[in-house]
């Protein structure tokens, strides 16, 4: 792994640098304790993540991570895995030469940093998992098809609600970058509690959204179930979840605050984007947590 540690390296402002011979494209914004941010999906844009109140408080490192937007991609497609994306997170502390940083993860971003924790516990200062969980499988998968089909009913007075289970088939469905970004942006409003009641402010967020199909297609060795390993983290750790998250609800959020015995739970009337639908609470706790 090439690694290189320079001062510049965490200076505000966009960055790239070499790991295994691949680009990793990461942005720099803010000041305080270092906090590296790993996005969803795999195979979303990272803008959406952007915490500009955090900024306030921490140096924000905004991966785009390998495989989306200015990072490179990987030659077999098969390769973007849980560990691969840990990899490369190793391979930007190495960069920035930070000995220990605070990691947030969202979603499939959660795993990634529930992995790199597991793997490099003497680097981490500290855990945010939002809107994740410790397990993925079939039952994971079940639960997250039966809470989509759900939606209509639970928003039977927006009618727009009722094309969600369906376009998010054709998503799956996708074959191209710019199909699956389309068919990805049509089922945005399946990740909010209501995103008709926030549309004015939620839209901007994802004004640049895109989404790339390679990643989405990584093949994991075994579902992805970390249960066992977590209760040996012992670093400060807030778990943020959504009452109304589809696929990473309540459920998920307390299976990880029950392995993880010293964690903080915190359960938001929101969807899957505590960050934009419960902005002040979502911010105040990751503060919290900072400042012990």
Do not use: K
């Not at 792994?1 to 942005?27: C, E, K, N």
């Not at 991966?63 to 990987?74: C, D, Q, W």
């Not at 998992?129 to 009913?153: C, H, K, R, Y």
């Amino acid at each position: 792994m090439q690694s290189t540690t320079t001062p510049a390296a965490l200076t505000p402002g966009s960055h790239q640098v070499q790991i295994d011979g691949v680009r990793q494209s990461y942005h720099v914004a803010g000041t305080g304790p270092v906090c590296l941010v790993h996005s969803g999906g795999p195979g979303m844009s990272w803008e959406y993540l952007r915490m500009p109140a955090l900024e306030s408080h921490l140096t924000m490192v905004y991966l785009e991570p390998v495989g989306t937007g200015a990072s490179g991609r990987l030659a077999d497609r098969r390769e973007y895995r849980i560990d691969t994306y840990a990899r490369f997170v190793h391979g930007v502390q190495e960069h920035l030469g930070v000995p220990r940083m605070y990691l947030l993860g969202h979603s499939h971003g959660g795993f990634v940093v529930q992995r790199y924790a597991l793997d490099h516990p003497d680097r981490v200062a500290g855990l945010i998992l939002f809107a994740t969980s410790p397990v993925t499988g079939a039952e994971f998968w079940a639960a997250a098809m039966t809470n989509l089909q759900d939606l209509p009913a639970r928003l039977s007075h927006r009618p727009e609600a009722a094309a969600l289970p369906a376009a998010f088939q054709q998503a799956l469905a996708a074959t191209d970058d710019a199909s699956f970004t389309e068919r990805m942006r049509d089922i945005l409003p399946a990740y909010f509690a209501d995103y008709w009641a926030q549309e004015t402010e939620l839209a901007p967020a994802f004004a640049t959204f895109q989404a790339w199909i390679d990643p989405s297609g990584g093949e994991e060795p075994a579902p992805f179930d970390v249960r066992d390993a977590l209760g040996s983290l012992t670093v400060p750790t807030l778990i943020i979840s959504g009452e109304h998250d589809f696929i990473c609800g309540s459920r998920w959020a307390r299976m990880l605050h029950q392995a993880m015995p010293t964690s903080r739970l915190l359960e938001l009337d929101c969807g899957h984007m505590a960050h934009l639908e419960r902005p002040e609470a979502f911010t105040r706790a990751v503060i919290n947590l900072i400042h012990g």
